[in-house]
């Protein structure tokens, strides 16, 4: 609740974002509780969310938040499916009455025993009615409710929640088996009075400041909680309807700022939320404001009206969080990415694979890993166009170089070049090429000046720079007329005026 009322307060007056809410990120469990079963005492632990926040604060004075501009859309896309169906798998147990695993947990192996799979098998052993029958009637208002004439100004999740705590509230009072107790509801602590509550806030210990494996720990925590925060800003700038830009380099220091606070009156690490910011633009959030206002909403349930928010069914909530889920990940995005090519669907399909199976951060690092070998090997397969006509009693083949050749184009251009049949005539054209790598240049060079006269081929070389060398002492440039260019020719080491006979488009 504290890193909720911060991301909220203070994250969302200082962030350059209109849409994006943050709060405890699902990325960061495992962290945590890592560093508090090292660290053995919370308030070490909150000295090390204080120290990250600073680190954070320094990344985003250093500009590094442009590394955000390197993470390929197709990726970004993948994340933000996989989160869909995350939530989707994750809600469904809470909507059948299944609340073994805590609401809000994301990773796939559960703190329960049970993974994101298995939980679903779990489930159908303890079906609660009175929870499915909320379940299905909180979502038919929130896929109505906008249709509902005068009364639509008021959003849809909070009808559904309040019908939610009504019906539940009903079967209670009739004595129902459809009931649901409090396991099967929101469970906050309660304070008997003023300072009760203001003794929920805890202060870090300052006293291990020299303690190494807390710098470790701080470093961490700013490292993963920057990747995150900038994967989900990137995400939520694509669903945002108004389509602005976001600067990474002032949510870093927005981000850190609010680590700092939290760490110092005993919140969770924060992060940019991706759920939190999905349902923050399906409820209609256009500004910065909504997330203020979350926050501040958080903090005022949470100091004076625990006790009602105690009453709200988890299985409402999983109503609000499927149709979030299924706006994330519809099938027509899974359609779009296919229509693209195999280059953007397959770092898309493995991206959202390796989410749901280990986390967002390993299947983003899975999905940019792909996104680069699918890129590679496009290089690979087109160093260059390859075009072979009929000219006069011997072949002409023209080979033209694109924009980039890389030492990644070598075995290509290699195997294309030693293949050439005798006696032909082959152009190199590089006019188009702004870099050649060192590796092709001498590849080029040796066939001009040894293969290509063993196997009495014509070679016409086309825009190279000569800079590159690419021709010794014995290499002629001719004259040309005006629209064409200069060429070197070199045919059985004798040179001949090509122009004349040959024209190259």
Not at 398 to 415: C, G, M, P, T
């Amino acid at each position: 609740m504290i890193s909720g009322i911060i991301g909220g307060l203070v994250i969302g007056f200082l962030s350059g974002s209109n849409l994006s809410v943050s709060g405890p990120a699902a990325g960061l469990t495992a962290i945590v509780l890592n560093a508090i079963t090292t660290l053995g005492v919370y308030e070490i632990f909150l000295l090390a969310v204080m120290l990250g926040g600073i680190m954070q604060l320094v990344l985003g004075l250093l500009k590094a938040g442009t590394v955000a501009n390197y993470f390929p859309s197709n990726v970004i896309t993948g994340m933000l499916t996989a989160i869909g169906l995350i939530i989707i798998l994750k809600q469904i147990p809470h909507a059948f009455g299944y609340d073994a695993d805590a609401e809000g947990d994301f990773a796939f192996v559960q703190a329960d025993g049970e993974n994101t799979i298995s939980s679903l098998f779990s489930m159908l052993n303890h079906v609660h009615f009175g929870a499915v029958i909320i379940t299905l009637v909180s979502i038919l208002i929130l896929l109505y409710w906008s249709k509902v004439p005068k009364v639509n100004v008021i959003p849809a999740p909070l009808v559904a929640v309040l019908t939610g705590v009504g019906l539940n509230q009903l079967f209670l009072a009739g004595g129902s088996p459809l009931g649901l107790e409090q396991s099967h509801l929101v469970t906050l602590p309660i304070a008997d009075s003023f300072s009760d509550f203001i003794g929920q806030f805890t202060m870090p210990d300052f006293s291990q400041i020299g303690n190494s494996e807390v710098w470790v720990i701080a470093a961490t925590i700013a490292v993963v909680a920057s990747l995150e925060t900038l994967l989900n800003l990137e995400a939520t700038d694509k669903l945002d309807p108004l389509k602005r830009y976001s600067s990474p380099n002032r949510e870093l220091r927005a981000q850190g700022i609010g680590n700092i606070v939290s760490g110092l009156i005993g919140g969770m690490p924060i992060t940019s939320v991706i759920v939190r910011s999905s349902a923050n633009i399906n409820a209609g959030g256009r500004t910065k404001l909504a997330a203020m206002t979350h926050g501040a909403l958080l903090l005022f349930c949470a100091a004076l009206i625990p006790g009602i928010l105690n009453m709200i069914p988890l299985a409402t909530l999983a109503a609000v969080l499927l149709v979030t889920g299924y706006k994330l990940c519809k099938p027509e995005i899974f359609k779009k990415m296919f229509q693209k090519g195999k280059y953007q669907w397959a770092p898309f399909l493995v991206t959202v694979v390796t989410i749901v199976f280990t986390d967002l951060l390993i299947g983003v690092a899975v999905g940019l890993a792909v996104s680069v070998l699918f890129i590679m090997w496009g290089n690979m397969k087109s160093p260059y166009f390859f075009q072979k006509e009929k000219y006069r009693t011997g072949d002409l083949i023209r080979l033209e170089l694109s924009q980039e050749v890389s030492f990644l184009n070598k075995a290509n251009i290699l195997l294309t070049l030693d293949r050439l049949p005798e006696n032909s005539t082959v152009v190199i054209d590089a006019s188009k090429t702004l870099y050649i790598d060192q590796d092709v240049l001498d590849i080029i060079r040796e066939f001009t000046q040894i293969k290509a006269q063993q196997k009495k081929i014509k070679v016409v070389l086309k825009g190279f720079k000569e800079a590159y060398n690419i021709t010794n002492t014995d290499h002629l440039f001719l004259d040309a007329p005006e629209k064409e260019k200069p060429v070197s020719v070199v045919t059985n080491g004798t040179h001949k005026e090509l122009l004349k006979e040959l024209t190259v488009n």
